[in-house]
């Protein structure tokens, strides 16, 4: 039990253009959505947290309207990266949470280039 | 906010040896302490956590320690083997704040 999918797994795609990741939750509603960023050999950043059917948070430093953040599901969290620049290239990675429990549940990355 | 320091950022043991991990943390409301085992280019796989009212907790090779005075946990792997070789994180939270991770720890286990 709590898969967590991603889609794409990587995605090439040209500067400027928007590029749109899901997450999904296959055999568990997931209240809470996370999306983290992960550059080489480094932690896992948190970028926001998504509340289904409420408004992303998101931290300090992260553009909200550069990282647009949708939660309309249980199942479903889509992150999509606007106007992608190089220096966004990058692992994404989603987590989805139960209401009521700590555990964070990974979904298996997705690796963005942008050229 | 919560601020997680881990050390140390690279380990290597010979095979068969214990390797020892220690995070600390700064907020005494946080209360949930998962550990997660992240190989290359794959999603970070939660191996053993441990809440607050726990002091150790053992799963086979793997044991986790909470101190919450001192605010620091350690993961404790015994009888290392190749395939335990990966990148650790520590990481913790409290209630349903999200999960702040420390930096890694690259753990290379030598045959």
């Known amino acids: 039990g709590a898969v967590v999918s991603q889609h794409p797994s990587r995605v090439i795609c040209k500067s400027g253009t928007s590029v749109k990741i899901e997450c999904r939750s296959l055999d568990f509603q997931a209240t809470t959505m996370f999306w983290y960023r992960q550059f080489p050999k480094q932690s896992l950043m948190l970028m926001a947290t998504s509340n289904e059917g409420s408004k992303a948070t998101y931290e300090q430093g992260v553009e909200k309207d550069k990282f647009l953040i949708n939660h309309a599901s249980l199942t479903l969290s889509t992150l999509t990266v606007t106007s992608a620049h190089p220096e966004d290239s990058s692992f994404y990675i989603c987590?989805?949470?139960?209401?009521?429990?700590?555990?964070?549940?990974f979904g298996p990355g997705t690796r963005l280039l942008v050229l | 906010g919560e601020n997680v320091e881990q050390h140390p950022s690279t380990l290597s043991v010979q095979e068969g040896d214990s390797a020892v991990i220690k995070c600390t943390y700064s907020?005494?409301?946080?209360?949930?302490f998962p550990w997660y085992k992240q190989e290359l280019g794959k999603r970070p796989q939660l191996i053993i956590d441990i809440r607050s009212n726990v002091g150790e907790k053992k799963d086979q090779r793997i044991a986790v320690t909470l101190n919450k005075t001192a605010k620091h946990f350690s993961l404790h792997i015994t009888e290392t083997q190749p395939e335990d070789s990966a990148v650790y994180f520590c990481?913790?939270?409290?209630?349903?704040?999200?999960?702040?991770f420390g930096k890694g720890t690259r753990l290379s286990v030598i045959a």
């Open positions: 907020d005494s409301a946080s209360n949930y």
């Open positions: 987590s989805a949470r139960v209401w009521g429990s700590e555990t964070q549940y």
């Open positions: 990481a913790a939270s409290s209630g349903n704040t999200p999960l702040v």
